[in-house]
């Protein structure tokens, strides 16, 4: 859980609990394939899934936040059931023409997904630790079930223009449908149906003058239609508390992304490789979770916000000698708001009197950090036993709340820790591993976001009376250890 800055001397403790996830997956996924001839290969395949996720929660009841409530908790439970069937064909074509290389592939995907989603709420009262104790029962609140439908017929072709000369096209139709229905019988204004259908272009151009080195330029365009859960959950006058419900709300359009890419890899001997890539992706109509900042620092709504950009460059060195291997990662991402918009943000300092706060083009989206590193080491110390060391490293990012980058909290601050690992291999099919991830024991916060804490009496207790605004972090995670046993059936030795 997020905690405020106040809270945060202690990171193994809760805000308010219970706070419980229990998700149970099952599928069953079939790939077929065929090559016809030498020219033609056929790929086929068949998915089916079921997950089911029950939630029990705990959070403050709305009304203390106007400093008037009966009961100062609500206990929440939520149960989503999916039922996901899904389906691809591929058709590859090797056939020259005119003399040259050239790969055509035509292709399609269908998926179709079933959800039943039921939330109900209790009143409570919170205990000395932040607990919960009701004797009141739970009373359903929403009862619904959505529909969604993803389709998409695809083609791509490579031409081989010289040796040294590959062009690519390819187009892609893709649509949606997301259907919503009440099954309460309270709530017939949460029935809906939203369609959202796009041809999507792409092309890349890649020129390989000596084997191992490769200069690439690529443009690409997408879509990407609204969850269930970003439609249901689209007001500001009601927001929710997500992703446990669903709420009549108005429609959001789709999200389209427009990408450009030049990079390059290049092999500077039989043991050093290096890549580098710049890119910029701009998405139209993008959306964002705008936090209400209410009683639950997870309340909030989905919103179009206009135009956003993600730019930026990734380099890598990969190598090795013998016994030894290494790679090194570098990225550097700077995604900014380019579209204005006013968000409500009542916890960032500098809100005006409404709550409201000002977002400008070029402010950073929160929670992307601008600078990620990775260093991974990897020795083979004996004939069957491995060792390798990670380090991972991210620069800071700003708090959800703080889109204008403005709250005198500042942004999350950056981190780094090292993880462990080891194998070794036994003769015929086992293997024993180990990993330990933050070595270290660093304590750091992977996220942030801004809230109001109603826990500010003695010992954290709650108190509705001296609420104050604060930054809310999540502590990363502590050192932690596995070791176990492996086996794999005709593993190559």
């Not at 009496?457 to 972090?473: L, M, T």
Request: glycine share 8%; aromatic share 10%.
């Amino acid at each position: 859980q997020a905690l405020p800055l106040s809270m945060l001397g202690s990171p193994r403790q809760a805000y308010t609990w219970p706070d419980e996830t229990e998700n149970r997956l099952g599928g069953v996924n079939l790939r077929a394939s065929r090559a016809i001839d030498e020219l033609n290969l056929v790929f086929a395949n068949l998915y089916y899934r079921e997950t089911k996720t029950s939630v029990s929660n705990s959070n403050v009841n709305d009304d203390c936040a106007t400093g008037s409530c009966t009961f100062a908790a609500v206990n929440n439970r939520s149960t989503i059931d999916q039922d996901r069937l899904g389906a691809s064909l591929q058709y590859t074509r090797l056939a020259p023409i005119g003399g040259r290389k050239n790969q055509l592939t035509i292709g399609g995907n269908l998926d179709s997904a079933h959800t039943q989603f039921t939330g109900e709420s209790q009143p409570a009262d919170f205990t000395a630790d932040r607990g919960t104790a009701s004797s009141e029962p739970f009373e359903l609140d929403t009862a619904a079930r959505a529909r969604q439908e993803l389709y998409s017929l695809y083609v791509q072709n490579v031409l081989s223009v010289t040796d040294a000369w590959n062009v690519t096209l390819a187009a892609s139709a893709n649509g949606a449908r997301v259907r919503i229905e009440d099954t309460s019988g309270t709530q017939p204004e949460l029935n809906g149906e939203h369609s959202f259908f796009r041809v999507n272009p792409a092309a890349g151009v890649a020129w390989s003058p000596r084997r191992g080195d490769t200069w690439y330029a690529n443009y690409s365009e997408g879509m990407r239609a609204p969850t269930p859960v970003e439609l249901t959950c689209a007001d500001p006058a009601a927001p929710c508390r997500l992703p446990n419900i669903f709420l009549a709300d108005p429609p959001l359009k789709k999200v389209v992304s427009r990408t450009i890419e030049l990079g390059l890899r290049h092999a500077v001997s039989a043991s050093l490789r290096v890549s580098a890539a710049v890119f910029r992706t701009d998405l139209s109509d993008d959306i964002q979770f705008i936090s209400t900042s209410g009683t639950a620092i997870n309340a909030g709504f989905f919103q179009n916000v206009g135009d956003t950009r993600r730019q930026g460059l990734e380099l890598a060195l990969e190598g090795g000698t013998g016994r030894v291997r290494f790679a090194v990662r570098y990225a550097r991402v700077n995604a900014t708001f380019e579209s204005p918009f006013t968000a409500f943000s009542p916890n960032n300092s500098s809100a005006d009197a409404a709550g409201d706060i000002r977002v400008e083009p070029g402010d950073r989206i929160p929670g992307i950090p601008r600078d990620a590193l990775k260093l991974r080491g990897e020795l083979d110390a004996f004939e069957r036993a491995s060792f390798g060391a990670t380090l991972l490293a991210f620069s800071s990012q700003y708090a959800r709340g703080d889109e204008n980058n403005q709250d005198r909290n500042g942004p999350v601050p950056g981190y780094a820790f090292v993880n462990l690992d080891a194998r070794w291999r036994f003769p015929g099919d086992w293997e024993l591993f180990a990993t330990v991830t933050n070595l270290f024991d660093r304590t750091y916060a992977s996220f942030g976001v801004l809230g109001a804490n109603f826990f500010t009496g003695p010992g954290n207790s709650f108190d509705a009376a001296s609420v104050q605004s604060e930054q809310f972090r999540t502590p990363g995670l502590p050192r932690a250890a596995w070791v176990g046993l492996r086996y794999e059936s005709g593993r190559k030795k």
